[in-house]
C-alpha cells in the first residue's frame, strides 16, 4: 500500500474506530456492554469513495439494540463492512448476533446466535449457538472495577472457501473460557481487557485464543483509547497465517 493510501486508512480508523470485525472471534463484550438499559436502538452507516490516483471504496453500517427488564437482559447487533481497493474487493463481511442473558444477583446465565462470513480468512459461513454462565468475581465502585469470568460451550459449524471449486465445511463443540475485566488507574485511566479461549471438545490441539485490552483516558464527554488485539489459531482448517494482530488509535465520545 503506497503511503498516502495508509495514511488515508489509518486516518479512516482514527475517526470511526472499532467498526472492524474480520476475525473469527467477534469481542461481542465490548460491541454490546453499553446496552444495559431499558430500552437501547443504535444505527449508523459511513461511506468513503475515493477516484483518480487512489481508487477506494469503503462502507460500514451497523444496528445495535436492546432492552432489560427486571433481571432479563436481549441485545442484539447487524453489522456489514464493505472495502475495496484498485477495484479489488479486500472484505464485504456481515456478522449478527442474539444474546439474551438472565441475572442472577451480579452473576448470569446467557444463551446466544451469532451469524457471520469473513473474506480475509476466506470463511464463507461461521454459525454459532451456545450458552454458559458468566460469574462476577470482582464488582465493586457502581462497575467501574469489575472482573468477570464466563463458562460456556457452544456448536460451530464454518464453511471455508478451500479453492475455487471446493468448499470444505467444519462442524465441532467448542469449549469456552472467557474472562471481562475493567480497573481504574487513577482519576481519569482506566484499563479494560477481554479474553476468550476456545477449545475443541474432540480435538485438544485445536484451540483458539483471543486478547483485546483496551488503555483509556477519559476526559469529561470526550475519551482517548489505546488498543491492541491478538488472535491464535492453532490448527487453521486451510493455508493462511495462524494470527492475526491489530493496534489502532481512537475516541470515543458521550453525550
Not at 109 to 125: C, D, M, R
Amino acid at each position: 500500500m503506497r503511503l498516502l493510501e495508509l495514511f488515508i486508512a489509518l486516518l479512516f480508523q482514527l475517526i470511526i474506530p472499532g467498526k472492524t470485525l474480520s476475525q473469527a472471534i467477534i469481542n461481542t463484550e465490548t460491541l454490546l456492554k453499553e446496552i444495559d438499559s431499558t430500552v437501547f436502538f443504535s444505527s449508523n452507516a459511513e461511506g468513503d469513495i475515493k477516484s483518480g490516483n487512489i481508487n477506494l471504496l469503503q462502507f460500514n453500517s451497523s444496528i445495535l439494540g436492546g432492552f432489560k427488564k427486571k433481571n432479563h437482559l436481549v441485545r442484539g447487533f447487524v453489522n456489514y463492512e464493505f472495502l475495496s481497493e484498485e477495484k479489488r474487493t479486500i472484505s464485504s463481511d456481515m456478522s449478527g448476533q442474539f444474546r439474551y442473558n438472565l441475572f442472577v444477583g451480579n452473576h448470569s446465565f446467557y444463551t446466544f446466535f451469532q451469524l457471520q462470513n469473513t473474506l480475509s480468512l476466506q470463511l464463507n459461513k461461521r454459525l454459532v449457538s451456545g450458552l454458559g454462565f458468566r460469574q462476577a468475581l470482582i464488582k465493586k465502585d457502581s462497575s467501574k472495577n469489575y472482573f468477570d469470568i464466563g463458562y460456556g460451550v457452544f456448536y460451530e459449524n464454518e464453511v471455508y472457501q478451500e479453492t475455487n471449486n471446493s468448499l470444505l465445511d467444519i462442524e465441532n463443540i467448542r469449549i469456552s473460557l472467557a474472562s471481562f475485566s475493567q480497573f481504574k488507574l487513577g482519576k481519569k485511566c482506566r484499563i479494560m481487557t477481554v479474553t476468550y479461549f476456545q477449545l475443541n471438545s474432540q480435538n485438544m490441539n485445536d484451540f483458539r485464543v483471543f486478547v483485546e485490552p483496551r488503555f483509556y483516558y477519559d476526559l469529561k464527554k470526550f475519551s482517548f483509547y489505546l488498543k491492541g488485539m491478538y488472535r491464535y489459531h492453532n490448527t487453521p482448517y486451510i493455508d493462511i497465517q495462524n494470527y492475526d494482530s491489530d493496534f489502532l488509535v481512537g475516541f470515543e465520545y458521550k453525550l
